[in-house]
């Protein structure tokens, strides 16, 4: 079974390039990020703090999270609502972070993560996809590039979609969710040695997937 993991700080551009490949290999997608951002939609709902690790514990058991495929892609449902859209909003970002770092959400996301990427050919995305959900992967990559470069891209994103965007917000709140991802205690974000580097600062998107294509064919050989 072919699973293909990739991971790399928010904002550089994993989940364009691994929604790219996928389509490119005829194979599944699996957007683990929007996945905890559904659970931190369901915390800011419900008015509990995304840092608040008993809260969440208390109302984890009874949130459902459904993947489905559709035509344009791949939909995340939050107790059967549709939420792709909602999680996508800017304070979502934050919130997803938080509430990644405590280990029963983890737990209860990788394993249905790891259930898809079992049964189906799939590109996963995320910040411990090679290290600790498919640490077996086939092909690891670690996507990266500049805080500055990433803030930059995220405020043309949210502006080219009609919403309002702070570069210098952006750009601190970048900052701290690097820091927390790759300090928190529990599967925090690093490249594992057996993950390519790849600096997309000065890539396009087409020239980061041509790139990981070429490795995965060599794998694929």
Same mark, same amino acid.
């Given at each position: 079974?072919?699973?293909?993991?990739?991971?790399?700080?928010?904002?550089?551009?994993?989940?364009?390039?691994a929604k790219?490949?996928?389509?490119e290999?005829?194979i599944?997608?699996?957007?683990?990020?929007?996945?905890?951002r559904a659970?931190g939609?369901?915390?800011?709902? !419900?008015?509990?703090?995304?840092t608040d690790?008993?809260?969440?514990?208390?109302?984890?058991?009874?949130? @459902?999270?459904?993947?489905?495929?559709?035509?344009?892609?791949m939909?995340?449902y939050?107790?059967?609502?549709d939420?792709?859209?909602?999680? +996508?909003?800017?304070?979502?970002?934050?919130?997803?972070s938080?509430?990644?770092k405590?280990p029963?959400? +983890? !737990?209860? !996301?990788?394993?249905l993560?790891r259930?898809?990427?079992?049964?189906?050919?799939?590109? !996963?995305?995320?910040r411990?996809?090679?290290?600790?959900?498919?640490?077996?992967?086939?092909?690891?990559?670690?996507?990266?590039? %500049?805080?500055?470069? +990433?803030?930059?891209? +995220?405020t043309?994103?949210l502006l080219?979609r009609? @919403? %309002?965007?702070?570069?210098?917000?952006?750009l601190?709140?970048?900052?701290?969710?690097?820091y927390?991802? %790759?300090?928190r205690?529990?599967?925090?974000?690093?490249?594992t040695?057996?993950?390519?580097?790849?600096d %997309?600062?000065?890539?396009?998107?087409?020239?980061?997937?041509e790139?990981m294509?070429?490795h995965?064919?060599?794998?694929?050989e």
């Amino acid at each position: 079974m072919l699973n293909i993991a990739i991971d790399g700080p928010s904002g550089a551009g994993k989940s364009t390039v691994a929604k790219a490949i996928a389509k490119e290999l005829g194979i599944l997608y699996l957007d683990t990020g929007a996945m905890y951002r559904a659970v931190g939609l369901k915390a800011v709902r !419900l008015g509990v703090s995304c840092t608040d690790e008993d809260k969440v514990k208390e109302f984890l058991p009874h949130v @459902q999270i459904d993947v489905k495929y559709q035509e344009d892609g791949m939909h995340i449902y939050l107790d059967g609502e549709d939420v792709s859209t909602a999680i +996508r909003e800017h304070y979502v970002s934050k919130c997803a972070s938080d509430i990644s770092k405590i280990p029963a959400v +983890r !737990l209860k !996301l990788v394993e249905l993560q790891r259930e898809i990427a079992a049964n189906n050919p799939v590109v !996963l995305d995320g910040r411990d996809i090679t290290s600790y959900v498919l640490p077996h992967a086939n092909c690891k990559f670690f996507l990266t590039a %500049s805080p500055e470069i +990433r803030a930059r891209r +995220r405020t043309d994103e949210l502006l080219a979609r009609g @919403q %309002s965007a702070d570069y210098d917000k952006i750009l601190a709140d970048i900052i701290d969710r690097d820091y927390n991802d %790759s300090h928190r205690d529990f599967c925090p974000l690093t490249q594992t040695e057996d993950s390519i580097l790849v600096d %997309s600062g000065n890539m396009s998107a087409d020239e980061v997937k041509e790139y990981m294509l070429r490795h995965i064919r060599k794998h694929m050989e």
